[in-house]
């Protein structure tokens, strides 16, 4: 193989892998698990910050789910309030910021239906 056609294959994986990642604009912020009587909130630390301008909740199990607590940066939080039941593989709309934030944790706050566990996936937004 020569250096040209190479550098040609190398480029065209670099372009599929872009395009495929734009595909969908999401990505996922933290998991966490909600147990059927828990009163403290699920924490997700981020390691490290992910900006992003809006976060979207879905359930891996059916859940009541109260509210997310994002905390950023620069230490401040928004509470988005849920307060309604989820059902196994359901998404919530889009809750947005008003702007792209730094986000540096989250904490949910619900409770497992009928098991002792439910599973819950946070997602940011790649692009407005």
Not at 2 to 17: E, R
Not at 76 to 83: D, L, Q, R
Request: hydrophobic share 35%.
């Amino acid at each position: 193989m020569t250096k040209k056609s190479l550098l040609l294959g190398a480029a065209m994986s670099v372009l599929m892998f872009t395009a495929t990642a734009h595909a969908d604009d999401k990505f996922t912020l933290g998991r966490t698990i909600l147990l059927e009587h828990g009163k403290h909130g699920a924490k997700i630390p981020l390691i490290v910050c992910r900006n992003t301008n809006a976060i979207k909740i879905k359930a891996e199990k059916e859940l009541k789910l109260r509210k997310a607590v994002v905390t950023f940066q620069n230490g401040e939080s928004k509470t988005i309030n849920f307060y309604r039941d989820f059902d196994k593989d359901e998404q919530s709309d889009w809750r947005y910021f008003g702007k792209r934030r730094c986000v540096k944790s989250i904490s949910v706050y619900g409770n497992a239906d009928d098991s002792s566990k439910a599973g819950v996936r946070v997602y940011g937004k790649e692009r407005d």
